[in-house]
């Protein structure tokens, strides 16, 4: 063993040394840097992300109750070395002077928010800024709404139940407001120590306790097990951080997504070209251990000499990976630092190992068939140079190599599905690449006979080396197919996503608009110069049944037990609507839409189809309301799919008008106003007091900046892949050209012109890279396709445009890197090359 | 004085190989034997088998019948394994295309068989031979910074180092200008005396082959001994 270490130990210092080592090392290097940057910023993106959902809740985790919890249970989780707090609320009318207002009233500790800011303002709709004071006892922070309802101002006292207290702050927003267009009261804040003094709390009212808690998540995972025993499911509920379902949670998820597929792909392009690198490395020691064996070494020798050697490139390369990967990573988080609020100084472990193993699976499984053929180099090469390895299996090549990228993208997706698309789909790829580079070199036949140009040469070697230039021509065309794919994968999605909240998304939304208010409301709107959208009419209903099967209206969890008997409600009261013209966003799935219902059949109604499926609404069902103290029955006859990632007003329930006749509507609408405009919204809004009014800028805001900051994650994503993609092509150059030093050489030695010979190169990468770049376009349709619609649910499109960029970008890079490769190739003498060549 | 033991001896030796057309005999039964401390040179045309019979001779490819015998040691009966170990205790070589390690120095190319073979102190041993082929100075030079006539010195001291019983050399000169190969020619017999080493030469230099005390020419597959004094020309023996 000491001997193999010692011998290994210096063939690798002084090939490291002399840069015979750059090309192996490098894509090493970059596969382990892009993989621990990519996962490393996912991880601190994510865990921001998370950091920022908790803020919705005000905690990490959340227990409501609709009685005070023991006091012990709040002891063990301070025990625990849990953060906590506590909010009581309930609804009250509130009095000033003559005016009164149903409000939503939170009394809070002086802890609460554990997580995010109460947002407060200086006038009545102004911007919100973040405080980290709460209101003290004796005083009372009320919002915009219930300043106008009241007609009161800062510094003025309210009625609380049986509490008089002092307006100190305008009240812009906090943390666990919750958003909901429909269903809000406005909101006051005050201190629990005033809370029994208003006496809105006795036996009868319906107060709700919420505790909060905050920590490391295994410690309040710890703590859950401890309470869940004790929890009864009719009183408590625990609430953490779930699945956030909104636009924000689904583009996150979609950029996750994105995150893992770049990533595979960047893992796959390193992957070949330590495949190729591997090669290169091999042959270049065919002779090295031809030597070795003759002058006595045993296989085993050779065998451990080569694997040690290995073991150091790919030590090294993790090393030098890590450290890049985590500088680059660091650079980019410190560049982004204002604009993205990614977690800071966090060290996560799973990177790492998912670095490591991919550094250790790439450089082991792609270098072992290399290296198997290297053991297998007969002695007797020492006297006779054409002998090679006599190992030669593609069919072995194709299941090590095949077998690490299937591994390497099921461990880094953890998706069997994913991992089994993408692996299918780049077979059959490949296969048929195969089968398209046959083709193209049968038809280059023709073009190659003739004289000795410089493109007849080109097509000549093409056509000689038809099989070595089809695996080139594939590995050429699959960098550029997986560029491709990334590239547009990234346009495709920001557009998307910037499509959602285009210039002049609406940010101020308004409710109970009642039918007389609604013109107005349009002419103040027109003389404003205010762009607004639909008003959709309203009503709020009791959904009670299901063809006469009654529902339950209690609120549970879904994956408990029903608290009640009937069958799964709703949980609130439904929003309905009514109209005959679909609104945007919305497709028919199932059914026919309803607007040409003719008089005397069942009256129409159109359900969200994801809504449907949890209550299990089937076609046909005949579903009940109670509107006020009257009955609706309605026949489902189209089920709706709804892009929820559209800032407008969703029903689950459309109905037609002809159910609502007889009900007075109220609507709801929104419009668009400049953040410069914002001061004029109350006196827009004056004349119309009783309508409700939603300023969701905050919330735009929100989710313009997580859109920013996953766009920017996109871009280095990409830039990473670029990297690895351009170092594919320069590996594979390199492999190239040492396979043209020998023609290269002869040729120079005929007397051929070097201008002539370089041309006849540079056009053979020309035209190897139009048609790789040609068929990487095809590539990318199909695979652009299966992507789009299997795993990230976007509407397939064509990408033309890159049928031409494609070829270009193939012929102008390939071109480029070949003619830089055979540049210094033909700098050198004749008497250079040919010694080069021995 | 008694006979010197034997260090070659083939019986109806025998190398075919596959071609597209059928299998073809590129040795006809060859059979001779070298004794201890002579010098062999194996001359003939290119093309007419040396190369071959010196692989098979050193083990390195695999007879297709007949007997190769060692220094007593059956080769024909060795597997690849055995036929190594007995290359790294009894053999060295010496090649045209002078076969060192591109990425080790000159001093490790030639402490590269003592480390095979396991010998005590590699490194002083190399050190003390690459004096005697006068390259000391070059010691940490790669390859590719030396002329060939310094590689071949280097090939030299490598195939010397391990002071083996028996030197094949493959065309020792063939890529060396006249003044380094005169040089190079000068080296190896002088070692070769010195360590009373058998040595086997392949060659189409009459000169060289003449320094040898036998000469055997090949040609079309068979060896014959050379009886006739080899004609030289100017500046040979």
Redesign the interface.
Known sequence: MGLSFNLAWRLFKHEARRGELTIILLAIVLSVTSVLALSLFSERLQQALTDRSAEFIAADSQLRSRTPVPDAWIEEAKDRGLKTAFQISTRSMVFAGDELALSDLRAVDTAYPLKGKIKITDSAFGQGVKTDDSPQPGDVWIDSRLIQLLRVDVGDVIEVGDATLRVNRILSEIPDGGFSVFNTDPMLLMSDADIQATNLTGAGSRVNYKYYFAGESADIESYYDWLRPQLDREIHRWRSIADDDSPIGRSVQRAEEFFLLASLLAIILAAVSIAVAAQRFSQRHFDPVAIMKTLGASKELVRQIYLIQICFITLLGILLGITIGYVLQEAVVALLADSVPVSLNTWYWRPLGIAVFTGVTCALLFSLYPLLQLFSVPPLRVLRKDIDATLSSRALQFVLSGSAVFLLMLFYSGDFEISAILFASGIVLVLSLIGMTYLLIMLGRKLGSGGMGAWTLAWARIRRRAMGNSVQLISFALTIMLLLVVLVMRNDMVQQWRDQLPEGTPNYFIANVTESQKDGLVASFDENNITYENFYPVARGRFVSINDENIRTEITKEDEEPAQDGRQGLGREANLTWSTVLQNGNEIVDGQWHDNWQEGDPVPISVEDEVAQRLEIEMGDVLTFNVGSEQIVATVTSLRKIDWQTLQPNFFFVLHPKAMENFQATYITSFHLEQSRKSEISSIMAPFASVTLFDVDARIDQIREIIDQVSLAVEFILVLVLVAGALVLIAQVQASMDERLQELAILRTLGLKGSRIRFSVINEFLIIGVVAGLMAALANEFSLWLLQTNVFQMPPSLHIEYWGIAPVAGAVVVGLLGALGCWRLLSLNTSTLLRKMV | MSTPPVMIETKSLIKKVNTSEGSLQILQPISFSVTSGETVAIIGASGSGK?TL??LL?G??EVSGGEIFLDGKPLHDMD??QR??????K?G?I?Q?F???????AL?NIM??A????LDNPKARAENIIKQVGLEHRAHH?PNQLSGGEQQRVAIARAFITEPKLLFA?EPTGNLDSANSQKVEDLLFKMNADLETTLVLVTHDDELASRCQRQLRMNAGELTEVTEPLKVVAGGQ
Do not use: K
């Open positions: 190369s010196l692989g050193a390195l490819d690849e394994e190594a170990r007995l290359r790294g205790e053999v070589f090649f295309s076969m060192l390690v591109q990425s080790l120095t490790e590269l068989p480390e095979i073979a396991g790669f493959d």
